[in-house]
């Protein structure tokens, strides 16, 4: 119960920072007028969610010792995220399907599997999965 307002807060401050990253690269795709532009701001716009939800998840795992109500925390702030606009669910879809076509040349391949577990946790998340 002491835990639950720190959780709000956590989540809250997580969801703040995550709904910024989409706003501002939604703004940049309907300002962009190349297509090739937009597409790879859709897809820094899946990065940065990654990068955005690896730096937090290891906030809990290191400063929560992944405490249950910390980890609930982080999932309903990238619940929040992730379905704030439709299109994320598109550009999620685009990115996985370039990420398996290209493989090593969209990332790493060391890692190839981080990258594929962070996006089976953002569609975990998503309440429209028919996209895919």
């Known amino acids: 119960e002491d835990l639950d307002p720190i959780c709000a ?56 010792g992944k405490h249950l109500k910390f980890q609930k925390a982080l999932r309903d702030a990238f619940q929040g995220i992730v379905n704030e606009d439709d299109s994320f669910a598109r550009y999620l879809a685009m990115y996985s399907s370039d990420l398996l076509k290209k493989g090593s040349r969209l990332v790493v391949s060391s890692s190839f599997e981080s990258t594929t577990d962070d996006i089976v946790y953002l569609y975990g998340n998503l309440n429209d999965k028919d996209i895919f």
């Open 9 to 64: 807060l956590f989540s809250s401050f997580v969801l703040k920072e995550g709904l910024g990253i989409v706003v501002h690269t939604n703004d940049v795709i309907r300002k962009e007028r190349e297509e090739t532009k937009r597409i790879e701001a859709k897809q820094a716009l899946v990065t940065s969610l990654m990068k955005h939800y690896t730096h937090y998840k290891a906030v809990v795992a290191d400063y929560f």
